[in-house]
């Protein structure tokens, strides 16, 4: 078990130094190493086998979705094991992700998103706070962790534009709209100066203990607000990027751009949009067509 360990810490410093992966990936992938170790029990990862592989995803009884995201761990982990000579063979090499069915996110209308915009109350501190996340959050379809990982320096509102550090330590530059900016501005000179404790602080979206906030108290808060919206649909953080990606589709942005402007590596990730847009049209078609 220890040469377990300590092989599976020899991988992701490795990783993190080659790939620039989030924290939560590498903590994600030690999860999974950690859990596969221990059902090995007395043998070692090196002898692990595909057999071993496919028993263990049985004994664990768990979707297609999660299957094919501990199958993407196990396969990098593996080929860092062959490349550095520690095995001679990859047990992942003939094993294929299993099909899943591809899930919509779910869908805000334009009208929602507004109303879940206007729910945070501007007089107070925390009010403002939050307004200026949720419509940063809309104008950039940012990821939940670049938002609340935002500095400072990363915002420039004079120039209008905001510099976002992403998966991989990919960097993007992306414009920001007038109501975001608006917002922003008055975040800075009303609330974010109350919330520094003590000197100075990089960190911009504070949260009461003057530190940058956390995702899981931005999951909370906007769950939150969508239930005094009264929006009665399963919210999480990554609602308003889909809405973001979504809307622009509608309105006839071009996908290449969306592509861009999400960070997503490949084109096929950002299609998705054009399934929901499909899937909206069709729903409008049955609804009001009277052959429909």
């Known amino acids: 078990m220890e040469n377990n360990i300590h092989l599976i810490e020899q991988f992701l410093d490795h990783y993190w130094l080659s790939s620039g992966a989030s924290k939560n990936t590498l903590s994600a992938y030690r999860s999974d190493l950690?859990?596969?170790?221990?059902?090995?029990?007395?043998?070692?990862l090196e002898n692990s086998s595909d057999t071993s592989i496919l028993k263990y995803f049985q004994?664990?009884?768990?979707?297609?979705?999660?299957?094919?995201?501990?199958?993407?761990?196990?396969?990098?982990?593996?080929?860092?094991?062959?490349?550095?000579?520690?095995?001679?063979?990859?047990?992942?090499?003939?094993?294929?992700?299993?099909?899943?069915?591809?899930?919509?996110?779910?869908?805000?209308?334009?009208?929602?998103?507004?109303?879940?915009?206007?729910?945070?109350?501007?007089?107070t501190i925390f009010g403002m706070r939050d307004r200026a996340m949720l419509e940063l959050l809309y104008s950039c379809g940012l990821r939940v962790t670049e938002l609340v990982s935002l500095?400072?320096?990363?915002?420039?509102?004079?120039?209008?534009?905001?510099?976002?550090?992403?998966?991989?330590n990919k960097e993007r530059l992306l414009p920001m709209g007038d109501l975001a900016i608006e917002y922003l501005s008055k975040y800075e000179k009303e609330a974010r100066p109350f919330l520094i404790k003590?000197?100075?602080?990089?960190?911009?979206?504070?949260?009461?203990?003057?530190?940058?906030m956390s995702r899981q108290n931005f999951f909370y808060m906007i769950k939150s607000y969508a239930q005094k919206a009264g929006i009665d649909k399963s919210l999480s953080p990554h609602s308003l990027r889909h809405a973001f990606a979504?809307?622009?589709?509608?309105?006839?942005?071009?996908?290449?751009?969306?592509?861009?402007m999400l960070g997503h590596s490949d084109i096929s990730t950002t299609q998705i949009y054009t399934h929901i847009q499909n899937v909206q049209l069709k729903s409008q078609h049955s609804k009001h067509h009277p052959r429909g």
């Open 34 to 44: 950690m859990l596969y170790s221990k059902w090995l029990d007395k043998l070692s």
């Open 246 to 260: 979504t809307h622009l589709v509608q309105q006839g942005a071009d996908l290449r751009s969306v592509q861009l």
């Open 59 to 123: 004994y664990r009884q768990i979707s297609p979705s999660t299957q094919a995201r501990i199958l993407t761990c196990f396969r990098i982990f593996y080929q860092y094991l062959v490349s550095q000579k520690l095995t001679d063979t990859n047990p992942t090499a003939k094993l294929h992700h299993p099909k899943q069915v591809q899930k919509l996110p779910v869908f805000l209308s334009i009208k929602e998103v507004e109303k879940l915009l206007d729910t945070p109350d501007q007089k």
């Open 151 to 168: 500095e400072y320096h990363h915002i420039n509102i004079n120039d209008e534009y905001i510099r976002i550090l992403g998966k991989g």
């Open 198 to 212: 003590k000197g100075q602080t990089d960190g911009y979206f504070l949260s009461n203990r003057g530190s940058n």
